[in-house]
């Protein structure tokens, strides 16, 4: 196997693939695949509630949160959440700072639902988050929404934006932590609603976490359908309809890996610091490569940087992938590089790659 780098969908843990792999054809002697069990067996039930209660202990979720395995990937939730939370009114305030930030604006724009702009970073390219206190709420905001991680600008917020109007109400703050949960602590407490596609740190594509405190399952829009209910699919215990069985499963070996091989989000978050740290220092380091983001605001799991010659950037992905180093390439509304840094991304890896941008550097820098 090679290194990857992939945005996403991205690498997964190969004890997860080859446990996988072993369970294939015949699920602890049961004689079939997961992927050919009925949602509603006691087989796929224990593999449905382990996979909940090992998400939960990961990241300390409170009681009075529901957690929700959806399909329809992050982008449905730009539309599901204003659904869910604007039946009594209001408007959804954002912070902008950047393209999953922008679609999930462009979203609630195109549903004609009444939105606000707290703050953005446009004015600096989107290489800082808005300092705390130019977040400003509007007086009838109803939920507050950002993106904790920029996956494609590599910008990262440092703080947890406090969602507060000018009289002094909180409201819900509600975080798409698609491309960083689970790659550090978290204080679940802080968030209203939390969500997150799997295909960077949970598992494969297919799958879309929801982490929803009680009290906001009940401010849906009406009608709603059904499907898009937040309240309904938790009653349901997320089979409203058949789930996405296969990558729930998958997603249980994930959480599996991080709490008895890693050891837990701690340790976690201690490797992707390390990862992190040399590959900045690497690119720092050199007057060939770059990286824009302020450094309180560099992402932790997607580093995209850039060559001084972009006549070089064919020369540089070819040459990566024939020494092992696979989807160096930055998003195509960018451009440049990226890596992607996630949870299953070894150091190895990233010592990998070091070596060759140094080696890359030399002999065409
Ligand atoms: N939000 C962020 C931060 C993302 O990185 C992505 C996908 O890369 C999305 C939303 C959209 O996710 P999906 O493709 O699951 O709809």
Not at 114 to 123: F, N, R, T
Not at 145 to 174: C, K, M, S, W
Request: glycine letters at 8%; a negative charge; aromatic letters at 8%.
């Amino acid at each position: 196997r090679h290194y990857n780098f992939c945005a996403g969908p991205a690498a997964l843990p190969e004890s997860v693939l080859k446990r996988a792999q072993a369970e294939m054809l015949d699920y602890q002697g049961r004689g079939l695949s997961v992927m050919e069990m009925s949602h509603r067996s006691d087989d796929f039930i224990a593999i449905a509630e382990q996979s909940e209660a090992d998400f939960r202990a990961l990241l300390g979720i409170p009681d009075n949160y529901k957690v929700l395995f959806l399909q329809g990937g992050a982008s449905l939730q730009f539309s599901m959440l204003p659904m869910n939370l604007l039946g009594r009114g209001g408007s959804a305030n954002f912070v902008h700072t950047g393209i999953w930030g922008k679609k999930a604006l462009a979203e609630i724009n195109h549903l004609g639902l009444p939105h606000h702009l707290a703050a953005s970073s446009e004015s600096n390219g989107h290489t800082a988050v808005p300092p705390h206190e130019a977040i400003v709420l509007s007086d009838d905001a109803a939920y507050l929404h950002f993106t904790a991680n920029e996956t494609i600008g590599g910008l990262a917020f440092d703080y947890t934006p406090n969602a507060q109007r000018r009289d002094g109400t909180d409201v819900p703050l509600v975080c798409d932590m698609s491309s960083s949960i689970l790659s550090a602590p978290l204080d679940v407490s802080q968030y209203g609603i939390i969500y997150a596609g799997a295909q960077k740190n949970i598992g494969p594509a297919g799958l879309t976490l929801v982490i929803v405190r009680d009290d906001l399952l009940d401010q849906a829009q009406s009608p709603i359908p059904s499907l898009f209910h937040y309240r309904g699919i938790a009653e349901a215990k997320s089979m409203v309809n058949t789930p996405p069985t296969y990558a729930w499963y998958l997603a249980g070996l994930v959480f599996q890996w991080l709490k008895d091989d890693i050891g837990g989000l701690v340790e976690m978050e201690a490797i992707n610091q390390r990862k992190a740290d040399k590959l900045y220092g690497a690119i720092d380091a050199s007057d060939f490569y770059a990286n824009p983001i302020a450094t309180p605001n560099r992402s932790r799991m997607n580093v995209p940087f850039v060559l001084a010659d972009s006549a070089l950037d064919s020369a540089f992905l070819a040459e990566a992938d024939n020494a092992g180093l696979l989807n160096l390439k930055g998003h195509r509304s960018v451009g440049g590089m990226r890596a992607s840094l996630y949870n299953a991304v070894s150091e190895d890896a990233v010592d990998a790659l070091i070596a060759f941008m140094a080696d890359f550097e030399q002999r065409r820098g």
